[in-house]
């Protein structure tokens, strides 16, 4: 099984990050999503697309494109996992199915603003063009993790209880 996963702490609750994840204005910003439809609940959709990139892979083509899946596990303030999720790159053929799993820890022992996110994303398949798009994702979430750590922390967020 291919599987990348990455983690970061920031300073922010677990259901300020979860949001992060939903909230169309809040993709737009620290994933730099053009467009995205996410329902945080059990069967509810989960996609994404960013614009294509002027750079261009060798086997996969001009990244970019969209990622979609079926939210098939969601806990409030703790977590969600997407499943039978692909990649439509914006050239190439899709690449998938994966799953996507987004897991949020509380760290209560130093403070309890204090979330470990970790990131998971994993598929069943090892050919050539999955390891390619597991290079070139790798970057690519550290990126996007750093993002939403800046994101978080450098607003005051007025919604709701968050």
């Known amino acids: 099984m291919m599987t990348f996963t990455s983690s970061i702490s920031i300073v922010a609750t677990p259901n300020r990050v979860l949001w992060a994840f939903f909230d169309p204005d809040a993709l737009a910003t620290w994933w730099q999503t053009a ?4 329902s945080p609940r059990v069967l509810g959709a ?7 990139t002027e750079f261009k892979d060798e086997m996969l083509g001009r990244l970019g494109g969209t990622f979609h899946g079926t939210v098939m596990d969601y806990k409030p303030e703790r977590e969600f996992f997407v499943a039978g999720a692909f990649w439509l790159p914006p050239d190439g ?3 998938g ?3 996507l799993e987004v897991i949020c820890e509380p760290q209560r022992t130093q403070n309890p603003q204090i979330t470990l996110v970790k990131v998971t994303q994993r598929a069943d398949e090892d050919s050539e063009r999955w390891k390619r798009y597991y290079e070139l994702i790798a970057p690519g979430w550290e990126r996007a993790l750093q993002s939403l750590k800046r994101y978080l922390e450098s ?5 709701g209880t968050l």
């Open 35 to 38: 467009r995205s439809v996410t």
């Open 46 to 52: 989960y996609a994404v697309e960013w614009a294509p």
């Open 93 to 95: 053929n899709p690449i």
């Open 97 to 99: 199915p994966m799953g």
């Open 155 to 159: 607003r005051e967020l007025k919604i």
